[in-house]
């Protein structure tokens, strides 16, 4: 088997849900269960890029449908896509890109090519950002959404800013500029919290068509993640893999649109595929 690296950056935001929630939220996203991370699951990427392949190159990639999907297996497999970069709001610097090193570890101990080790010194006060961040206060301080912190120049941050940018934009972009300027690391816990807080929250309603009223009961809130969100997810080519990454590549040189609610601008990604 052969794998490699699927980048998905949201450019409006996705709603990969689960159905019913059973809190406030009546429409949640999908998040792991043992730690509340958001992904969008492996399936619904799966999906989209059948559809999207031409029908004589589909059944020998992705395997029959769903009615004959005993005869064979297909030839590539996706996993969920896990966050890796949740856009925040800043108060200098309109909104950074952050992660936490739980993430960047779960994605260096999946994605061997990385050759990379993990080393960061974060702590629940501070948070490490880039050489050149435009994030910093004058007196040194980054407040993202309510968290007030101490910033601290990392050659971590300097080198993830790097690859990460290469990866999503190529060199040259002016968004490899940006993302490199606009990352930075917080620790575990703080992420945890901005989990909770900096997901985005729409009310939701239903209109009667005669009254352009609300119909009874046709109000609902709609979790999803937010415009600029990042996440990764592994594709593994157990056979053919040459024919099989050049087909996914192909798929994803146009934009990708995954989760619900398309028809009103929902799940609209940039997707690349490296390594």
Known sequence: MDTRLLFIQALSPIHAGTGQGVGVIDQPIAREKATDIPFV?????????????????????????????DLFAG???????????????????????????????RLIRDAVILNKTASFDVGEENCLVSSNS?????DGKVILEDLDLDSKPSQEVDYWGEWL??????????WHKIMQERLCIISDDNLSFLLETATEITARIR????????????LWY????????VLVSMVV???????VFDTVKSLTKNKLQLGGNATVGRGLCKVNLIG
């Open 41 to 69: 699951p492996g399936t619904t990427i799966k999906g989209v890029l059948r559809d999207a392949c031409p029908e004589e190159e589909r059944n020998s990639i992705f395997g029959p449908g769903t009615g004959e999907a």
């Open 75 to 105: 030839a590539v497999t996706f996993t969920d896509a896990r966050l890796l970069l949740l856009p925040v709001r800043s108060l200098k610097g309109v909104f950074a890109w952050v992660t936490s090193p739980l993430l960047l570890k």
């Open 134 to 138: 435009t994030l910093k206060l004058n």
């Open 165 to 174: 940018a290469d990866s999503l934009y190529g060199k040259g972009s002016e």
């Open 207 to 218: 209109l009667e068509a005669d009254k352009k009223t609300v119909a009874q009961g046709a």
């Open 222 to 229: 709609e979790e999803a993640l937010p415009i600029e969100t």
């Open 237 to 243: 080519a157990s056979k053919n893999k040459d024919k």
